[in-house]
């Protein structure tokens, strides 16, 4: 059974910093890109950041470029992005992504 878990959102000030994990089971993690999307109340969602199978190139979207870092343990199957300097405008659910398939999502509020 193919599994994303996603976990480590919640409710943060504006400059704080979260962790996001997505734990993969079910299939091949290291074979394959990882990427984190988000989807804002009321918008659709949208591409944040990727790394490739082996962890040596990574890409993110603009706006949060020098804030965000995607990573990942091929040996623990899990990937990560960690989030620094947060902004009311990252609030969103954050989804792990790879191959065919997708996580449940996380929530992150960022908020005082």
């Known amino acids: 059974q193919v599994q994303l878990v996603e976990s480590g959102g919640g409710l943060v000030q504006p400059g704080g910093s979260l962790r996001l994990s997505c734990a993969a089971s079910?299939?091949?993690?290291?074979?394959?890109?990882m990427n984190w999307y988000r989807q804002a109340p009321g918008k659709g969602r949208e591409w944040v950041a990727l790394?490739?199978?082996?962890?040596?190139?990574?890409n993110y979207l603009d706006s949060v470029k020098g804030r965000f870092t995607i990573s990942r343990d091929n040996a623990k199957n899990t990937a990560y992005l960690q989030m620094n300097k947060l902004k009311p405008e990252d609030t969103a659910i954050y989804y792990c992504q790879s191959s065919l398939y997708w996580g449940q999502g996380t929530q992150v509020t960022v908020s005082s």
């Open positions: 079910g299939f091949p993690f290291s074979s394959y890109m």
């Open positions: 790394i490739t199978n082996d962890g040596d190139s990574t």
